[in-house]
């Protein structure tokens, strides 16, 4: 039975690979408490033209609760994302005719968010009969050093942001191979526990980040966990504890207590990320040991903070590598960075990715034992 004239059926478009022509994409991005989207355009040269992005943040919303709620993200992502779609495609000065498909993230994420924003991009795909790229929020973290520096494969890859605590090798486009993960907490997790427990706000990252600027870091003897330990795994959870009873100890908190306290957190978290880091470098060169000049590259929200990016920065250099970490807008939550996933994936020929529908746990390395288990949802990162 025909599609009637409102619900076209959908048009076919061959997948190009290489410098076949260029490729415009329509981003969406709903997984967790910003809503966005973006229109991007990689070039024949496989470059990158942002042509808009466009984020709501919810920060304001979730503050008085200290964290995310999804409830509330979700109703968010309802009442505007529409609106932002429209706001991307007239800062793009594009139609969706001259689209060459619609990009939206399915997972991990907030199952209530992914839903609003992959069922919106699928009725933008049927309605205007583009495909539909179901993208990984993980591989938009994973590829944004492509769109930024033009990172060539391989190249190792420290992932760390509310929600998770990575090490990777990106060895290409949907090719993922995972060193170490955290074993309990992530570390922007970590990040906004100790701003909760001090009464610094949230989001806690820049909050504590502000406080250590005035602290003492050699005040609280902090435990350094999974330092000097084999493989590349993190933990954080115990740090954590370390912080509330070190808390606990001098109450009432001064402003100078607190301020030590998040100067002593942050070098402990600095010197586990930078143990961790050398260990994935070595583990890269082994695997990859005629690779000249290996990248690294740092990505999510916890890579803007100032300390651990000297730290990261200093590590790749003892240790031969470069390093590039894309600008804050693009370390967070965004819709440029799922757009430019799905121009990769297209380019290479990769419409299939495997699921076609939202999906709160999504591991990048389906092979790589979960160090968290797994259930009826799937396996945990």
């Given at each position: 039975m025909p599609l009637p004239p409102e619900m076209p059926e959908r048009a076919q478009h061959t997948p190009v690979s290489g410098t076949a022509r260029p490729l415009v994409l329509l981003g969406i991005e709903s997984s967790c408490d910003e809503t966005a989207a973006a229109v991007v355009r990689r070039n024949p040269d496989g470059s990158a033209t942002v042509l808009s992005d466009v984020v709501l943040s919810q920060t304001e919303d979730h503050a008085p609760y200290g964290g995310v709620v999804p409830e509330i993200a979700a109703r968010a992502h309802v009442v505007h994302l529409d609106r932002l779609i429209r706001k991307a495609m007239d800062d793009a000065g594009c139609a969706f005719a001259d689209l060459d498909g619609i990009a939206a993230t399915a997972g991990p994420g907030l199952i209530g968010g992914l839903l609003v924003g992959f069922t919106m991009a699928g009725a933008i795909a049927q309605v205007h009969g583009l495909p539909l790229l179901a993208i990984n929020h993980l591989e938009g973290h994973a590829l944004t050093a492509r769109l930024t520096d033009g990172v060539a494969f391989p190249y190792l890859m420290l992932l760390v942001s509310g929600g998770h605590s990575q090490l990777l090798i990106v060895e290409g486009v949907g090719r993922y191979s995972r060193l170490g993960t955290t074993i309990d907490d992530a570390l922007g997790e970590a990040f906004d526990k100790t701003a909760k427990l001090l009464g610094l706000g949230y989001p806690g990252g820049p909050h504590v980040e502000r406080m250590a600027r005035n602290g003492d870091e050699t005040r609280f003897d902090f435990p350094r966990p999974m330092v000097g330990r084999p493989g590349c795994d993190f933990s954080f959870s115990g740090l954590k504890t370390a912080v509330r009873r070190a808390a606990q100890a001098v109450m009432p908190l001064t402003d100078q207590d607190a301020a030590d306290i998040c100067a002593s957190f942050q070098a402990a978290i600095s010197d586990c990320v930078a143990d961790r880091l050398t260990r994935a470098m070595r583990a890269f060169r082994h695997r990859y040991p005629d690779v000249e000049s290996p990248a690294v590259v740092v990505a999510g929200g916890v890579a803007a903070n100032a300390r651990l990016r000297a730290m990261m920065t200093k590590v790749a250099a003892d240790n031969g590598f470069s390093v590039s970490i894309p600008p804050l807008r693009l370390c967070t939550d965004n819709a440029v960075m799922i757009a430019w996933a799905g121009a990769e994936r297209m380019a290479a020929?990769?419409?299939?990715?495997?699921?076609?529908?939202?999906?709160?746990?999504?591991?990048?390395?389906?092979?790589?034992?979960?160090?968290?288990g797994a259930g009826a949802a799937g396996a945990k990162a």
């Open positions: 020929g990769l419409l299939d990715t495997g699921t076609t529908k939202a999906r709160p746990r999504w591991p990048l390395d389906p092979d790589a034992v979960p160090a968290l």
